[in-house]
């Protein structure tokens, strides 16, 4: 790309993260200023900002994709447990109708007894689990923030803070809406 394309590509990103941040609450708004947009669009005209967010992009998805399925089988296993269970207590009561139905109500207490010391550690274990696959993406996010820190993407450092996260959402945002410029070829002005 020859300076006068850069110069006009820069200008029209600059166009439309100012567009872009005009459309977001004040208070993000505010700490996205004129410096930080143009830092961000030096970044768009490279373009290598695009391929390194949806690479971001991509472990992301299969990272949730991940944890998603180890809470289900979590989940399956549970739910065959309980479905375990229930059936051991319906055989019991049908052999207690059979042969002494005087240990219905002691059996009635078996269930009660097992079915609340299951649930209880049933809880526990999905509680933990959540737990772990809440930290786990904690820390995707950890790497996915020094990795665009590390690139000089503005705005992108490591934290913990919801409000600096919920910005860093917006930033990336805005580079997934100008990845969609920039395929359509609107980054570059002299095409036409």
Known sequence: MQKQEMADSRTLYLSELKIMVSELPGKYSERLD???LGDLADHLV???????????QEIQHLTEKTL??????????????????????????????????????????????????????????????????????????SEQQSVLEKAFVPGFFVTNDPFNIKLQMHILSFIQRAAKLNSTGANNPTDS
């Open 34 to 36: 004129e410096n930080m």
């Open 46 to 56: 490279s373009g290598e900002i695009f391929d390194m967010v949806r690479n971001l």
């Open 68 to 141: 998603v399925t180890q809470r289900m089988d979590v989940y399956n296993k549970q739910r065959s447990a309980k479905q375990d269970l229930d059936y051991r207590y319906k055989k019991c009561l049908e052999d207690a109708y059979k042969r002494n139905p005087a240990e219905l109500p002691s059996i009635q207490q078996w269930y009660d007894k097992e079915k609340k010391g299951m649930y209880s550690h049933l809880e526990s274990e999905m509680k933990r689990l959540d737990q772990k696959l809440i930290l786990d993406l904690d820390q995707r996010v």
